[in-house]
């Protein structure tokens, strides 16, 4: 079973910065590719970002891209998202999730962490 353990949230002003962690327990993890997901009170839960497990290939949700940057560390079984620039919208409960090795399911996900960004 795959564990994942999200920290880094918290109360930030507009333009400010905050990084995200997320810890697996998984002896496999530097085979999982990884993403970044959100939710606001009252919206659907939607994609912010992914790494495959190599760390070379990345994307973004077009709202965060130049914004987020999506990063791992497969010695320390981590992935980062690094937020810069973050504005009132950018306010949710941030997860982090992994897929088995060779799906396109996200199968495994964190507890979530908030993120408050106040105008």
């Known amino acids: 079973q795959v564990q994942l353990v999200e920290s880094g949230g918290g109360l930030v002003q507009a333009g400010g910065s905050l990084r995200l962690s997320c810890a697996a327990s998984?002896?496999?993890?530097?085979?999982?590719?990884m993403a970044w997901f959100r939710q606001a009170p009252g919206k659907e839960r939607e994609f912010v970002a992914f790494?495959?497990?190599?760390?070379?290939?990345?994307n973004y949700a077009d709202s965060m891209r130049g914004r987020f940057t999506i990063s791992r560390d497969n010695a320390k079984n981590t992935v980062y998202l690094q937020m810069n620039s973050l504005k009132p919208e950018d306010t949710a409960n941030y997860y982090c999730?992994?897929?088995?090795?060779?799906?396109?399911?996200?199968?495994?996900w964190g507890q979530g962490t908030q993120v408050t960004v106040s105008s």
């Open positions: 999730a992994a897929r088995d090795p060779g799906t396109t399911v996200y199968g495994y």
């Open positions: 998984d002896r496999t993890f530097n085979r999982r590719t």
């Open positions: 790494i495959s497990w190599v760390g070379g290939n990345t």
